[in-house]
């Protein structure tokens, strides 16, 4: 999904009407630097999904047992509202902690050819001629739009999980497809709600580098 991924960087960015659709600006990146233009990013963005996965899940169990001693009961479901605060809490710590390889990832993404030599030589690069804030850029419209999207995300994930299972109690564990759907499901409903911050958040993120790459 890396070609996609990156299709969707520049449209954010620029915009349907400079590259007069999807078609377009999938031949521009091609032209510009080849079959291999495409994966653009995609190293920075694999780095990143192990320390952010592991702590978005940690910070997540924790917010639920927080969620549940604020409420004076550590023997009881939550609700799909306590899920969500949980979620809003986890999406919101691992978000801060990563936020500057999300930055570098849209750079990289949309960076031309010869631009930068490795994802070191693109950190160098920005915090010599930006400054320690370039990292930074867009964290607000970011924090703002992950906070619901984690929060709807996570709830809504576990809460389809558990009603499954009350449903086939015969199932200790649900099947890989079970698990498939309620995921797709969760993350689509978290990206209705929070696209529009996270096109704003892509747009700041890419604000240096903009004005050169068409």
């Not at 550590?74 to 999300?102: D, H, K, M, N, W």
């Not at 070191?120 to 690069?125: G, S």
């Not at 809504?156 to 499901?185: D, R, W």
Request: hydrophobic letters at 40%.
């Amino acid at each position: 999904t890396a070609p996609l991924d990156r299709l969707k960087v520049f449209l954010q960015v620029h915009g349907a009407k400079q590259f007069q659709g999807l078609a377009n600006c999938f031949r521009y990146m091609l032209k510009e630097g080849g079959v291999t233009s495409l994966w653009r990013g995609n190293g920075i963005n694999v780095l990143k999904i192990a320390p952010e996965s592991a702590l978005k899940f940690a910070a997540y169990e924790q917010g639920k047992r927080m969620v549940l001693q604020f409420g004076g009961s550590r023997e009881r479901e939550l609700s799909i509202y306590e899920r969500f605060v949980a979620g809003s809490f986890a999406g919101g710590f691992s978000q801060t902690a990563i936020y500057p390889l999300e930055v570098l990832k849209t750079r990289l993404a949309l960076r031309k050819t010869g631009q930068y030599k490795s994802i070191l030589d693109a950190a160098k690069k920005i915090y010599r001629q930006e400054g320690l804030r370039s990292f930074y850029r867009g964290y607000v419209p970011n924090l703002l739009g992950i906070i619901p999207y984690a929060g709807i995300d996570l709830a809504i994930y576990e809460t389809l999980k558990k009603t499954y299972m009350q449903h086939h109690k015969e199932n200790t564990n649900p099947s890989v497809f079970v698990v498939t759907a309620c995921g797709a499901f969760s993350s689509s409903c978290g990206q209705l709600a929070s696209y529009p911050l996270a096109l704003v958040r892509t747009r700041l993120q890419a604000q240096v580098i903009t004005p050169g790459v068409v």
